[in-house]
């Protein structure tokens, strides 16, 4: 009874250093969310993945600046699409199809064809065009709104001179004093007679 409690006590044992570590080594995140705005969600895969494609335009760019400034604009971009939703802003497919269909010519083109398109960003074709539709779908959604919240906004130098006369001094932000120069040199003609 002793001996098959100890046997039985050894495979546990063997069974949990040979297999533990490999099951929780083989656990990877899946999705993390990184802000949520309203009913509209920011996934860390989302936010790395602009962060990715912005270094590769520039490899000198700072990751934690870009974090900041790219989570700044999903953020806002997410407002829209949330206060889209609570308007009932609808843009449909067909909205967007001509659009749509241009971008995609134009990466085929720039990539040389669909199959290099493809492997470039390691999905399909249809996927590809899927996620293109998906944005420029979220894009004009934005800028419906952007429109219906913008529309009736007139902005003169007069009103924005009031505007800023009526807010105490010390209230508005010092921004320092940034100046640029440019000499345009014009040498009269030499007079030789």
């Given at each position: 009874m002793i001996k098959m409690k100890l046997r039985s006590m050894r495979y546990l044992f063997l069974f949990t250093i040979l297999f533990i570590p490999g099951i929780l080594r083989s656990q990877v995140l899946v999705e993390s969310v990184a802000a949520t705005v309203g009913s509209e969600v920011v996934y860390l895969s989302e936010l790395e993945a602009a962060i990715a494609s912005m270094r590769r335009e520039d490899p000198r760019l700072s990751v934690s600046k870009l974090r900041c400034q790219?989570?700044?604009?999903?953020?806002?971009?997410?407002?829209?699409?949330?206060?889209a939703r609570i308007d009932s802003v609808t843009v449909t497919k067909e909205d967007v199809q001509s659009d749509l269909n241009m971008q995609m010519n134009r990466a085929i083109v720039t990539a040389g064809s669909e199959e290099a398109l493809a492997k470039a960003f390691n999905k399909s074709i249809l996927d590809i065009r899927k996620d293109a539709e998906t944005r420029m779908m979220d894009q004009q959604l934005m800028r419906k709104v952007l429109n219906s919240i913008t529309q009736d906004v007139t902005l003169t130098p007069a009103g924005l001179k009031r505007y800023y006369s009526t807010i105490p001094k010390d209230s508005i932000p010092v921004i320092p004093a940034r100046y640029e120069f440019s000499i345009i040199q014009l040498d009269p003609p030499s007079r030789e007679d």
């Open positions: 790219v989570l700044n604009e999903l953020l806002v971009s997410k407002l829209y699409l949330d206060q």
